[in-house]
């Protein structure tokens, strides 16, 4: 219970430095990464093993963002947990910076893929998942995926083969908002029956609540127990969560704050500590 | 004597792997027509077959190379560039990533095959993409070297393999990045890639032979990055240069070479290609002839190109 209390804590902190990080790069993707700004937080600060003093570890355990446009959301995780310095966060988006559009693998310390182009992060997990096999290293990769991005049929050759190979050491994470770019998943391209889709594939699926840190980390943590396949977490969450005027808003997948929305944003994260 | 080039570069892949414990071979349910089954089967612990996906495959690929593999991937041109286009240039150019794409069936060479099969495009797209090293070896010998240059060179590769037998020709000292002369000759230089290089030789003897011009025959076995120095070099001394190649005629060798020759040394460039077009099904020696890239049509060409040379 303290430990769950904490991790919301430092996700309601970060969700303050999310929204400051696109404020000042006036555009960002506000409700994509506020949706797995709980998952992320849950993941780096409860679940993986990793070491910010040195990020190229090999025996780490990886993570790929496969929906890259929620970079912000990452990034403020990655400068929070010591990767880089706090100076940067005004520099999203900004000509030299480090913490480019989308994931830039090369630019950005902690990153462990390149990512934006959506649909092809499963795949990049599944190479770091075979080279740990191929290597006998017991390190884990995370692959976080949108809704609307499993409408890209690469996902499915990769999640096909995921479970023909028994990738037990890869955890897919859907965050399952339930918004795309130009409306509700549901009526551009139905996603259907998502657990028996990846029940299909080879997956054991875990359904949660992707806000809600006392089902959220706990199935994270089962991800490092012993099991025989790869696992698909299905997370329930809500576009632009935190953020009264954005959540479930279609219009806030990409914006900038306004003075004003800026400010409410902040008082209502500040709301959230204290209450 | 002729080899398939799949047969050369097995043969050096088993002895890569030998010496290299992060190389490993994936594949897409081509395996027997790439020339890599026997790979396969005497290193299976090094063989990822992928099953027929070839963007996941690419994906795959990326990914062991982030964690310091060295992954070679194997399919036919055309799925090997335009279908994983867009996976070649972000995730393993983009990143830098220690990717080897191999491919067969480079060019109209898959002939009876088909156009869905052939590929005339490949190597524009593929040359199109900052950082790729593109490489298209001319005979089993300089197959198996290239090769090993490609697995040894840091950062992306697209090589690319004729599907015909191929004559061997002596081995030759290579280099990535230069190109090499196989025929010294006096009047001019035909600049051939893949198996067009082979042709080019035929063409040069008969040249000799029935029209007592001496053409010089230069293998670039890499389009990219093109050896621009020696290109300046040849169109200094000859006046005049011949490309060949089995690719469409819009963003292939003849473009590249062009493009050096206009910045340095404006000289007339005849260009021996596929004339932006697609191919059909047929015996390989026909469709040579019929799409003009046939050793009659580059001494064909290397007439005019002297030609226009001496109008200047």
């Known amino acids: ?275 | 004597m002729k080899q398939l080039l799949g047969e050369a570069v097995n043969e050096c892949l088993s002895e890569l792997v030998e010496e290299n414990d992060k190389l490993v071979v994936l594949n897409a349910d081509v395996a027997k027509s790439v020339g890599i089954r026997e790979f396969g089967r005497t290193h299976p612990d090094r063989f990822l077959q992928m099953g027929i996906s070839e963007q996941d495959m690419v994906l795959t690929a990326c990914g062991l190379a982030s964690c310091g593999y060295i992954p070679v991937v194997s399919t036919f041109a055309k799925f090997g560039s335009l279908r994983v286009a867009e996976q070649i240039s972000t995730f393993a150019a983009y990143p830098r990533q220690n990717v080897k794409i191999l491919v067969s069936h480079g060019g109209i060479s898959p002939a009876g095959d088909g156009v869905t099969h052939q590929s005339v495009e490949d190597l524009g797209a593929i040359r199109a993409i900052p950082g790729m090293t593109v490489i298209e070896p001319y005979d089993g010998n300089s197959c198996k070297a290239l090769m090993r240059l490609a697995v040894e060179h840091p950062g992306p590769v697209y090589f690319r393999m004729n599907r015909e037998k191929l004559p061997l020709l002596p081995p030759t000292e290579l280099e990535l990045g230069k190109g090499v002369e196989l025929r010294a000759g006096s009047d001019i230089p035909i600049l051939a890639i893949g198996g067009m290089v082979a042709l080019a030789l035929e063409a040069a003897v008969s040249l000799e032979r029935e029209s007592g011009i001496s053409a010089a025959v230069y293998a670039i076995h890499t389009l990219k990055p093109l050896d621009e120095a020696l290109i300046r070099t040849l169109a200094e001394t000859y006046g005049a240069l011949v490309t060949a190649e089995e690719h469409n005629i819009q963003c292939g060798l003849g473009e590249a070479v062009s493009r050096v020759v206009t910045d340095s040394c404006p000289v007339p460039v005849g260009k021996v290609a596929i004339q932006d077009t697609f191919a059909q099904s047929g015996a390989y020696a026909e469709l040579l002839a019929y799409y003009h890239v046939a050793p009659a049509d580059i001494a064909a060409c290397v007439k005019a190109t002297l030609e226009r040379k001496s109008r200047r």
């Open chain 1, 1 to 275: 219970m303290e430990r769950t209390e904490e991790l919301r804590r430092i996700s309601t902190l970060a969700r303050q430095d999310v929204v400051q990080m696109i404020y000042e790069a006036h555009a960002g993707h506000v409700g994509g990464s506020l949706s797995i700004m709980d998952i992320l937080t849950a993941l780096y600060y409860g679940v993986m093993n990793v070491d910010p003093r040195n990020p190229q570890w090999e025996d780490r355990d990886r993570l790929v963002l496969s929906k890259g446009h929620a970079a912000p959301a990452l990034y403020v995780t990655l400068m929070n947990k010591g990767y880089f310095s706090r100076e940067h966060l005004g520099t999203l988006r900004k000509m030299g910076s480090i913490l480019q559009g989308h994931p830039d693998m090369r630019k950005t310390p902690g990153l462990d893929f390149t990512s934006g182009s959506l649909g092809n992060g499963l795949g990049l997990g599944n190479g770091m998942a075979l080279a740990a096999r191929l290597s006998g290293k017991d390190y884990h990769t995370y692959v976080i995926l949108g809704d609307g991005e499993l409408q890209e049929g690469t996902v499915w050759e990769s999640a096909m083969t995921a479970g023909a190979k028994k990738l037990s050491n890869l955890t897919a994470i859907v965050d399952i908002n339930g918004l795309q770019v130009e409306g509700a998943v549901k009526d551009i391209k139905d996603l259907g029956d998502l657990r028996g889709k990846w029940e299909s594939f080879g997956f054991a699926v875990t359904e949660v609540d992707g806000h809600d840190m006392e089902q959220l980390y706990p199935a994270l943590l089962r991800t490092k127990e012993p099991h025989d396949r790869p696992m698909a977490i299905l997370a329930h969450t809500v576009k632009g969560k935190g953020l009264s005027f954005a959540e479930g808003q279609m219009n806030w997948h990409k914006g900038d704050f306004t003075p004003e929305n800026y400010a409410q944003a902040m008082r209502e994260l500040k709301e959230a500590l204290e209450g």
